[in-house]
């Protein structure tokens, strides 16, 4: 499999795919080695995890350029999912050893009878990811697998296959026996392959359409299946912001990584009194943005990572255009080898473009005016998705009372585009299944076993 520099199209290096003889070969080695790796005290296994955080320190730079080379992610935001990686891991490694205790919740000493919960592995389990945050989305799924007795087998997405690699040296370097934390390297087809192998649980991050595939195939197993998918995530900027300021953090979540985050700002909403100002300030800011080679230290928009994904963002401006919608800045792709579309503003717009119902994944917002929370809310809520949403206001109570009515598994205040390690990462509806992140990110890779303990 060829790997390609989005930046310029150029070929990095060639790699060798698994077959699915391969692929069978893995699963059954994982198999063999699990049980050892979960009989280990949970101090040696956290042991391991803690090399790896020190191994990403060292490798900090090398990374960083690798990740940048491979998905076109601009140096800097490299260095920031590494940086950030950081402290998801120090949240793993301060809470596993709580979060996976054993509890007694009965001890009845007259009837002699004790109730008991321990956390067990699921055994070995499947990790498809995705290519736009590798290190986050990766590690959010196989570190608390790991600590927890599992054996797993990651499949890298084919856009972040060599990221993926260091991954698993820098885990097996640290300690994880190879045969415990397995790459699978290949495109979809080599997922599927994973999939037929009599797993116990696969953990998806990725597309909707794909993760239905892979909720179809999991059903049919009866294997625990959890899956991170797509978003269409509203802001909502009622009248009382400072429209600047607003405008600045709203472009910031919005075009970040290109727009290709999860979680990035996909349509806004702004209130009637403000539109405007609110829709030229942000104008400014996107126009402002530097684009560019994304090893270069200025860069904040560089190339999309598939190539494929032009083509969605220029039909979704013509749909608009067409609709309605005006293209204050942007609107086409840009004339270079590579991936590259330019930051794009489309105002007017409303629910009948896809511009405003489907995932974007790039650098083009719709922004569409509203008369009130109601009616705000209202379209926050028209979304199969629910991944997150927010709202931009100086009142608190109004802010909590939005957010309340707003089916979605985050929800913001004056903020956008965040993850934290203590919070739960779940969706609602086409975003999603089950959750990272968290203690209860950390309990999801394990089963509940109950025990009924009665002294003779
Ligand atoms: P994708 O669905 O194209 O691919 C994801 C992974 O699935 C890749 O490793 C791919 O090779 C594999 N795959 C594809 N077909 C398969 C099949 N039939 N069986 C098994 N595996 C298969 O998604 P992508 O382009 O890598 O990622 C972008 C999507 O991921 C966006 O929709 C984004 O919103 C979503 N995402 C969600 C989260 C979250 O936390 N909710 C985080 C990051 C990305």
Same mark, same amino acid.
């Given at each position: 499999?060829?790997?390609?520099?989005?930046?310029?199209?150029?070929?990095?290096?060639?790699?060798?795919?698994?077959?699915?003889?391969?692929?069978?070969?893995?699963?059954? $080695?994982?198999?063999?080695?699990?049980? +050892?790796?979960?009989?280990?005290?949970?101090?040696?296994?956290?042991?391991?995890?803690?090399?790896?955080?020190?191994?990403?320190?060292?490798?900090?730079?090398?990374?960083?350029?690798?990740?940048?080379?491979?998905?076109? /992610?601009?140096?800097?935001?490299?260095?920031?999912?590494?940086?950030?990686?950081?402290?998801?891991?120090?949240?793993?490694?301060?809470?596993? !050893?709580?979060t996976?205790?054993?509890?007694?919740? *009965?001890?009845?000493?007259?009837?002699?009878?004790?109730?008991?919960?321990? +956390?067990?592995?699921?055994?070995?389990?499947?990790?498809?990811?995705?290519?736009?945050?590798?290190?986050?989305?990766?590690? %959010?799924?196989?570190?608390?697998?790991?600590?927890?007795? %599992?054996?797993?087998?990651?499949?890298?997405?084919?856009?972040?296959?060599?990221?993926?690699?260091?991954?698993?040296?820098?885990? +097996?370097?640290?300690?994880?026996?190879?045969?415990?934390?397995?790459?699978?390297?290949?495109?979809?087809?080599?997922?599927?392959?994973?999939?037929?192998?009599?797993?116990?649980?696969?953990?998806?991050?990725?597309?909707?359409?794909?993760?239905?595939?892979?909720?179809?195939?999991?059903?049919?197993?009866?294997?625990?299946?959890?899956?991170?998918?797509?978003?269409?995530?509203?802001?909502?900027?009622?009248?009382?912001?400072?429209?600047?300021?607003?405008?600045?953090?709203?472009?910031?979540?919005?075009?970040? %990584? %290109?727009?290709?985050?999860?979680?990035?700002?996909? $349509?806004?909403?702004?209130?009637?009194?403000?539109?405007?100002?609110?829709?030229?300030?942000?104008?400014?800011?996107?126009?402002?943005?530097?684009?560019?080679?994304?090893?270069?230290?200025?860069?904040?928009?560089?190339?999309?990572?598939?190539?494929?994904?032009?083509?969605?963002? /220029?039909?979704?401006?013509?749909?608009?255009?067409?609709?309605?919608?005006?293209? *204050?800045?942007?609107?086409?792709?840009?004339?270079?080898?590579?991936?590259?579309?330019?930051?794009?503003?489309?105002?007017?717009?409303?629910?009948?473009?896809?511009?405003?119902?489907?995932?974007?994944?790039?650098?083009?917002?719709?922004? !569409? @005016?509203?008369?009130?929370?109601?009616?705000?809310?209202?379209?926050?809520?028209?979304?199969?998705?629910?991944?997150?949403?927010?709202?931009?206001? $100086?009142?608190?109570? $109004?802010?909590?009372?939005?957010?309340?009515?707003?089916?979605?598994?985050?929800?913001?205040?004056?903020?956008?585009? @965040?993850?934290?390690? @203590?919070l739960p990462?779940s969706?609602?509806? +086409?975003?999603?299944?089950g959750l990272t992140l968290s203690t209860y990110g950390i309990q999801t890779?394990?089963?509940?076993?109950?025990?009924?303990?009665?002294?003779?």
């Open positions: 499999m060829k790997i390609h520099n989005p930046a310029n199209g150029a070929v990095i290096t060639d790699v060798d795919v698994d077959t699915s003889a391969s692929v069978r070969a893995k699963y059954h $080695r994982a198999r063999a080695a699990q049980p +050892h790796w979960a009989g280990l005290p949970i101090k040696k296994r956290l042991a391991t995890i803690a090399g790896f955080r020190d191994r990403l320190g060292a490798m900090h730079e090398a990374l960083a350029r690798t990740l940048t080379e491979e998905v076109g /992610k601009p140096i800097r935001q490299s260095r920031n999912e590494l940086n950030g990686l950081a402290g998801r891991l120090d949240f793993f490694l301060a809470e596993s !050893q709580r996976l205790r054993g509890e007694t919740v *009965l001890a009845d000493l007259d009837n002699k009878l004790e109730e008991r919960i321990t +956390h067990e592995p699921l055994g070995v389990v499947a990790n498809i990811s995705a290519w736009n945050y590798p290190y986050f989305v990766g590690s %959010n799924v196989f570190v608390p697998a790991l600590i927890a007795g %599992n054996a797993v087998l990651y499949k890298p997405s084919e856009y972040a296959t060599l990221t993926g690699l260091s991954i698993a040296q820098m885990l +097996h370097e640290s300690g994880v026996p190879e045969d415990v934390f397995t790459p699978v390297v290949g495109d979809g087809s080599t997922g599927a392959a994973v999939l037929r192998q009599p797993v116990d649980g696969v953990f998806f991050t990725g597309s909707y359409g794909t993760g239905r595939k892979i909720a179809a195939t999991a059903g049919r197993r009866m294997i625990k299946v959890q899956l991170e998918l797509g978003g269409k995530d509203p802001i909502y900027i009622c009248e009382d912001v400072d429209v600047k300021a607003a405008a600045a953090a709203v472009a910031d979540g919005a075009f970040y %990584n %290109n727009g290709q985050s999860c979680c990035a700002v996909e $349509r806004i909403y702004v209130a009637d009194a403000i539109h405007d100002a609110f829709v030229a300030a942000f104008v400014d800011e996107v126009r402002a943005f530097r684009i560019g080679d994304p090893m270069d230290e200025a860069t904040y928009i560089g190339p999309l990572t598939r190539p494929g994904q032009i083509a969605v963002l /220029k039909r979704q401006v013509a749909e608009a255009s067409k609709l309605g919608g005006r293209v *204050l800045t942007g609107g086409t792709p840009i004339e270079r080898r590579g991936n590259w579309f330019r930051p794009t503003v489309v105002a007017n717009a409303d629910h009948r473009m896809s511009l405003m119902r489907e995932e974007s994944f790039g650098p083009v917002i719709g922004i !569409q @005016r509203v008369d009130g929370d109601e009616e705000a809310v209202a379209l926050m809520n028209d979304t199969p998705y629910g991944l997150t949403a927010g709202v931009y206001t $100086r009142a608190e109570k $109004r802010a909590k009372r939005i957010l309340a009515e707003i089916r979605a598994g985050t929800v913001y205040w004056n903020c956008c585009d @965040r993850v934290s390690p @203590r990462w969706g609602v509806g +086409h975003s999603g299944l890779f394990t089963r509940p076993k109950a025990w009924h303990l009665r002294s003779a």
